[in-house]
């Protein structure tokens, strides 16, 4: 009601099912299923009506299962944690303390938190009390464990599944003003068929929340492990940040979705590490582990003789979810970090093409790269129409292979030195060639380099000068070495460097994004695939610049 009241009735639309994005040079349009009857309201599942809005840029709030992260970072994996929780809601005629208090409760790897969710309930003397279990797999039964088949917030489970894990569990004294209740007889009272069970499941933290015109917020951009009660909180930061960088960069959206990136990712991305250390819930560990099996009275002497350590475990995690939470100012310039500059494109392009071979895409080979979120073969399919417009519009192409003497003279290099297992790339070692995919056609130079930067050792800063060339648009790999080392040394040549994201390949992903994030904030300019094509496309075809020649 709030929102229709302050952006009017035509700026707000439910039932829209979001299926897919498109970016242009000139905004970003997004599709969606809707509802084309009144029976298919009740089930957004079988939407067949379709509708699409178009925009200066986009922000991706779809939660936990964002398909709009999942359509700027496909392949992404989440990680079962081996922990689950079972929540109930119920109404009960007593309160916990002052009524406005939450309380923990359990053991290491059987936690329990109880709050009140209803204010007018409290001023009544009663208490609607969310209650939830947190588990870790390994005490359930044996039909419950291992990997469920997947992730949900509404599954419906039975009392029976979980409420022996709570079996005689006593609250502290005092806790709630009638010492009858126990944890047993809050699940009995819990309306049945209203108990749901959620499992955990884990995501790196990116470093990039941002591609082109669309940014992520909330758990779309960071999904928070619950241990930390952190999860509402960090989403209203974003909200504050993205509003404070928007304001502050007066209408250049670019310039603001950096801002609000530069203040906000790297900061939860760290509570998202944070949170991974079970947050204040550790202090039940701490507790299990010094004294679990020992008497009332051997507890409460652990407690009173570790005072300072407990009280300074909830103070620094306070401390640490502040100062990580990037609750800062951004400045007068709305940028919260010094490295934001822009390098653009300039008006001469060439294309190094850095080392797709067969060793990285190949079944088999030691250095295959097949991830899907971020490995070379993935990369080496988002490179051909890249090479297809360059060759289309008449641009130079250079490409680069690592390939060593066969006869020993390379020996004493110290790139051989540190990676041994390359020596055995000789030009008769078919796993060097280049890949089919992308191989060079009459008219393009292919350079052969023995360390990780495409100029080092080889003739490319003159052939590119010769050339006219300002711009290097850089795609190959792997992503932290030669793909990095190229950026570096073409930047320190003068040129303007440009690294397609989707073109780009490594190893892992931490290790993928990592790179490309220092990169752009030092190096060069990493941007989406599609914007390098709308840049090629301000350029004449060939044969028009033939034909005016």
Same mark, same amino acid.
């Given at each position: 009601?709030?929102?229709?009241?302050?952006?009017?009735?035509?700026?707000?639309?439910?039932?829209?099912?979001?299926?897919?994005?498109?970016?242009?040079?000139?905004?970003?349009?997004?599709?969606?299923?809707?509802?084309?009857?009144?029976?298919?309201?009740?089930?957004?599942?079988?939407?067949?009506?379709?509708?699409?809005?178009?925009?200066?840029?986009?922000?991706?709030?779809?939660?936990?299962?964002?398909?709009?992260?999942?359509?700027?970072?496909?392949?992404?994996?989440?990680?079962?944690?081996?922990?689950?929780?079972?929540?109930?809601?119920?109404?009960?005629?007593?309160?916990?303390?002052?009524?406005?208090?939450?309380?923990?409760?359990?053991?290491?790897?059987?936690?329990?938190?109880?709050?009140?969710?209803?204010?007018?309930?409290?001023?009544?003397?009663?208490?609607?009390?969310?209650?939830?279990?947190?588990?870790?797999?390994?005490?359930?039964?044996?039909?419950?464990?291992?990997?469920?088949?997947?992730?949900?917030?509404?599954?419906?489970?039975?009392?029976?599944?979980?409420?022996?894990?709570?079996?005689?569990?006593?609250?502290?004294?005092?806790?709630?003003?009638?010492?009858?209740?126990?944890?047993?007889?809050?699940?009995?009272?819990?309306?049945?068929?209203?108990?749901?069970?959620?499992?955990?499941?884990?995501?790196?933290?990116?470093?990039?929340?941002?591609?082109?015109?669309?940014?992520?917020?909330?758990?779309?951009?960071?999904?928070?492990?619950?241990?930390?009660?952190?999860?509402?909180?960090?989403?209203?930061?974003?909200?504050?940040?993205?509003?404070?960088?928007?304001?502050?960069?007066?209408?250049? &959206?670019?310039? !603001?979705?950096? #801002?609000?990136?530069? +203040?906000? =990712?790297? @900061?939860?991305?760290?509570? %998202? $590490?944070?949170?991974?250390?079970?947050?204040?819930?550790?202090?039940?560990?701490?507790?299990?582990?010094?004294?679990?099996?020992?008497?009332?009275?051997?507890?409460?002497?652990?407690?009173?003789?570790?005072?300072?350590?407990?009280?300074?475990?909830?103070?620094?995690?306070?401390?640490?979810?502040?100062?990580?939470?990037?609750?800062?100012?951004?400045?007068?310039?709305?940028?919260?970090?010094?490295?934001?500059?822009?390098?653009?494109?300039?008006?001469?392009?060439?294309?190094?093409?850095?080392?797709?071979?067969?060793?990285?895409?190949?079944?088999?080979?030691? &250095?295959?790269? !097949?991830?899907? #979120?971020?490995?070379? +073969?993935? =990369?080496? @399919?988002?490179?051909?129409? %890249? $090479?297809?417009?360059?060759?289309?519009?008449?641009?130079?192409?250079?490409?680069?292979?690592?390939?060593?003497?066969?006869?020993?003279?390379?020996?004493?290099?110290?790139?051989?030195?540190?990676?041994?297992?390359?020596?055995?790339?000789?030009?008769?070692?078919?796993?060097?060639?280049?890949?089919?995919?992308?191989?060079?056609?009459?008219?393009?130079?292919?350079?052969?380099?023995?360390?990780?930067?495409?100029?080092?050792?080889?003739?490319?800063?003159?052939?590119?000068?010769?050339?006219?060339?300002?711009?290097?648009?850089?795609?190959?790999?792997?992503?932290?070495?030669?793909?990095?080392?190229? #950026?570096?040394?073409?930047?320190?040549?003068?040129?303007?460097?440009?690294?397609?994201?989707?073109?780009?390949?490594?190893?892992?992903?931490?290790?993928?994004?990592?790179?490309?994030?220092?990169?752009?904030?030092?190096?060069?300019?990493?941007?989406?695939?599609?914007?390098?094509?709308?840049?090629?496309?301000?350029?004449?075809?060939?044969?028009?610049?033939?034909?005016?020649?």
């Amino acid at each position: 009601a709030t929102a229709r009241e302050r952006l009017g009735d035509d700026h707000v639309h439910c039932g829209h099912s979001f299926q897919s994005l498109e970016q242009t040079q000139d905004g970003v349009t997004a599709h969606f299923l809707v509802p084309s009857s009144s029976e298919e309201k009740k089930a957004p599942w079988h939407f067949t009506g379709k509708a699409s809005f178009t925009g200066d840029f986009m922000v991706g709030a779809d939660g936990l299962k964002s398909k709009v992260r999942a359509h700027l970072f496909p392949g992404e994996k989440a990680v079962f944690t081996g922990w689950r929780i079972y929540r109930g809601v119920l109404e009960i005629d007593s309160q916990i303390y002052d009524g406005k208090s939450m309380l923990l409760y359990g053991t290491g790897s059987a936690a329990c938190v109880l709050y009140p969710v209803c204010e007018r309930r409290r001023q009544a003397g009663k208490t609607l009390l969310n209650w939830g279990i947190n588990c870790h797999n390994s005490i359930l039964a044996p039909n419950l464990q291992g990997e469920p088949p997947e992730e949900s917030w509404t599954r419906r489970v039975g009392k029976d599944e979980f409420v022996h894990l709570v079996d005689g569990w006593k609250f502290p004294e005092g806790s709630f003003k009638d010492p009858s209740i126990d944890f047993s007889k809050l699940i009995k009272d819990t309306p049945d068929g209203s108990i749901t069970c959620y499992t955990l499941f884990d995501r790196d933290p990116t470093p990039v929340w941002t591609v082109g015109r669309v940014t992520l917020l909330g758990d779309a951009a960071h999904p928070l492990l619950p241990f930390g009660s952190q999860g509402a909180g960090q989403a209203l930061l974003d909200v504050e940040a993205l509003y404070t960088a928007m304001s502050s960069c007066k209408g250049d &959206w670019k310039a !603001g979705l950096k #801002a609000y990136e530069a +203040v906000r =990712a790297d @900061a939860a991305g760290k509570v %998202v $590490l944070s949170n991974r250390g079970m947050g204040p819930t550790k202090l039940l560990k701490m507790f299990e582990d010094a004294v679990g099996t020992k008497t009332l009275a051997e507890q409460a002497q652990w407690v009173k003789e570790n005072q300072e350590e407990i009280a300074g475990f909830s103070n620094d995690y306070r401390k640490n979810v502040s100062a990580e939470s990037g609750h800062a100012s951004t400045g007068a310039s709305g940028r919260g970090t010094p490295f934001d500059g822009i390098m653009g494109f300039g008006k001469s392009p060439v294309l190094l093409v850095v080392d797709f071979c067969d060793a990285y895409t190949k079944p088999g080979s030691p &250095w295959y790269c !097949g991830d899907p #979120a971020c490995g070379v +073969v993935g =990369a080496v @399919a988002q490179s051909v129409d %890249v $090479l297809a417009k360059m060759r289309e519009k008449g641009l130079p192409v250079v490409f680069t292979r690592v390939v060593f003497n066969k006869d020993g003279l390379d020996k004493g290099s110290m790139f051989l030195r540190k990676v041994p297992t390359i020596a055995c790339w000789t030009e008769d070692n078919p796993l060097t060639h280049i890949c089919k995919e992308v191989l060079p056609i009459e008219g393009e130079d292919v350079m052969i380099k023995k360390c990780p930067g495409a100029f080092f050792g080889t003739p490319l800063l003159a052939h590119l000068i010769s050339r006219g060339v300002d711009t290097v648009l850089l795609l190959g790999c792997s992503t932290s070495g030669c793909i990095r080392a190229t #950026a570096l040394e073409g930047m320190q040549y003068g040129f303007r460097v440009v690294i397609p994201r989707e073109c780009v390949g490594d190893r892992t992903l931490a290790v993928h994004e990592a790179n490309l994030h220092d990169c752009h904030a030092k190096i060069c300019d990493v941007l989406p695939k599609s914007a390098v094509m709308d840049y090629l496309d301000t350029f004449p075809n060939a044969a028009k610049k033939a034909r005016k020649a």
